[in-house]
Each structure stands twice: as structure tokens, then as C-alpha cells.
């Protein structure tokens, strides 16, 4: 860049401020107008204040602070993301890492079933015949064990539990009080102790009843259709016999 | 300062050594400051700015790019952007006119008709006119004018294309000759 040009001539060399594209007015003005406007900026700058003494040493006293700070910034980064890293390990492994579970947890219906079948009923119920079913209430403490796992039915202690209380919802954080006390009272083991045994001439004949069941329902219809027919019929007859007479009457007294 | 000392600072600075910081802000924080004051007059706060324009400076001195440009235009690209960002924060939403003669007073603008000489009135009316412009439009003048930079290097500082400068010096110097029609009319 040639100083002495441009301050000597001015910025006529450059492209924009040739007279062809300057807008401002006269050419003659132009050149006016930049040399004076050179004279009044170096003016300006002239009267403007010099940088403060003293500056330069307290510009070397800030660098020097500042580059002792930015010394321990990589370290203390270090540390927060050090400790960032182990928060975000700890907040892993506590979602994905199974939660230990109690014994009641691991399989609740085999455990109530293997505790409470043994238990023999006489000595809880004396006074209860063998083939008799647990009471109600007995069977409702059993209930709310959840037995997704159970293997022998149980269908005379449902239906007794649906009539008494209506089971709670299985639960896994809160086991059945069956499952983890021994429980002296006859339990699902005990309501649903085999009846005795028929004998091959009894069970025949309730098949045969069973069989014959259907059949005899039809027959009872059939019968009771036809009672109503007989019925119906002799009360016509008598209405028939009735109006008779009245006409027998009419026709003697006529 | 010539351009291998120049060179030899900024490998040292770049090193870590002090002599190298202290050669290069004792090399330009007169021209930075110069700059930095369109924007700040006050002295305290166009100080604080310049050395903020150094540490800035500094701490990115790997990033310089002698191709690009002088490590003063690349100093003074820096104070330009640190001083519109704090012109930005400070500038006042509305100018009354009062404050435009408090402006006025501060340039210490004296009535161009107490100068017989016809050169100096205009002179002096010039100064007053470039004292009543933004600073962003004083700091093109004063780079142009006075720091007698090619446009080329203007733009690389004020972030903008050459042609872009020469509109905006263009539009000033319209600007200043018709308010000088409009004192004389």
C-alpha cells in the first residue's frame, strides 16, 4: 500500500471514489470534501487521549493472572467430568442391575402350597369330618397368594373364596401372611382334600343319572304339556256343557 | 516494529514466553486503543477493552493466519467485534436531541464562523459532522482516512466485503456533503 499516494492525492485512485460513480455532487466538491475530511479525522485523532501510562504493566499483570487461572481449568474440568462419569455409572447400574428379591418373591404359590399342605386337619379342626370342606374363613387367608405357578386344582376353594370375599390383588411386595408364618389353620391343602372314594356301582349309577338327566327333563316337559292340554280341554268341555244349559234354558222358556 | 520481529514475538508468545506477550501489545495497543475508543470514549473503559482485546488475541493466537492478513488487522478485527458487541449492550434505544448536543460539546466542536479561513470552516464543520456519526461509520473513516488501510483490510476487520466498505464509505461521505450544503444553504 502506497501511503504517500493515497494521502497525497487522496482516495481518487480507488475505484469508488472515481467521479463517474461518485453521487455526491460536483467532482470539484469531492476532492474538497476528502481532503478536508482527511484534515478533520487526523484531527480528531490528534485530540483524542493517549493510551494511559502504565497501561502496558497492567495489561502483563492481568495476562499473568489469567494465565494462571486458565492453568487449573483443564483440572477442574477433569474433576467434573470424572465425577459426572461415576454419576452416570452409579444411574446405570441402578436401572439395569436386577433388585434382590425375598424368598416369598421368588415363587410365592409353590412356597404356600408346600407349607400349608401338610398341615393335617384334625388337628385344627377336630370336630370336622375328613370329607367336610374347610370353612370360609380359613380359606380366605390362603387367597391372596398369588399361584401363577400352581400345579394341583383347586376348584371347590375358589368358588368358595368368590362367594365370601372378593381375593386382593396379587402383590409382590407384599407377600401373603400364609406364605411366611406357618399357619396352624387348615388351608387350600385341606379344603380340597379328596372326597371318599365311590364305590364302581355308585359312580355307574351316577352316570347313568347324568345320562339320563336330559331325557327325564324332556319327559317332565312333555308331561307337563300335557297336562295343560287336559286341562285346557276340560275347561272347554265345561264351558261347552255351560253354555248348553243356557241354551236349553233359553229354548224353554221361549 | 518490522514484520520478522513481528514474526519472532508471535513464536514466542506462541511458546509461552512473557517477552513475546509483552513485545506485541507494546508493538499495537496504541493503534487497538485508537480503535477502540470510536466506541468507548471514556479512557478507563477503551483500556479495559484493549486488553481484553489482547487476552482475546492470546489465548486464540494458535488460530492466526498470517496468510489471511497483519496481526494488527486480525488485532483490530478483534477489538472491532469485542467493541460493537459492548456498543450493542450500552447503546441507548432512543438519541434526544439533547444528548446530540452533549455529543456535540464532548467533540469540542467549535462554530466553523469563528474561522476566517474558508479550509479551516470546513474543516471544522467536517469534524463536527464525523463527531455526530455512529461509531461504526467513525471507525471506516478513521481506517480509511487515517489509518490509510486498503478496503480490502477494512473489510477483513469489520467483517464484510470490499465492495460492501466502499458502498458504506460512499453513503457517509454523501451523508457529510449534504449536511455541509445544508450548514452553508
Redo the contacts between chains.
Sequence with gaps: MDKSRRKTTGPSGQTDMSPATYQGGHPADVHQTDAALRTAIACRQEGRPAPPAGMEERFMARLAKERSTGAEKPRHRAAIWITAAIAAAAAVAIAILPIPRTEADTAPGIASVERTAPAPVKETLPGTPEHTPAPARTINKVSPSPTPARTHPRPKPQVLIAATQPAPAPSVASPAPSVTSPSPVPSVATASQPQPAFTAEEIRLMERAEEMRPQALLYAAEILQCARIEARERQQAIFARQETSDHKQIITSI | MNAPSIETAISAARAGR?EG??QL??AH??AV??LV?HFVPD??EA?EL??DT??RA??ALEQFDSSRGSFLAWLRRIAYNLAIDQLRQNRPKEISLEGMAERKEE??ILDPEDFADE?QE???A??QA??LLPAEEQTL??L???D????EEIAYIVGATANAV??R??RI??K???Q??NKNA
Excluded at chain 2, 148 to 151: A, F, I, R, T, V
Design positions: 512473557e506477550f509483552r501489545f507494546a495497543s496504541a486503543f485508537a475508543q479512557v478507563a483500556e484493549t486488553q489482547f487476552l492470546f489465548a467533540a469540542g479550509t470546513r474543516v471544522e467536517l469534524m464525523v463527531g473513516l478513521t480509511y482516512y487515517f490509510n488501510l486498503p478496503q466502499a458502498n464509505l460512499r461521505r454523501k457529510l456533503h449534504n455541509l450544503d
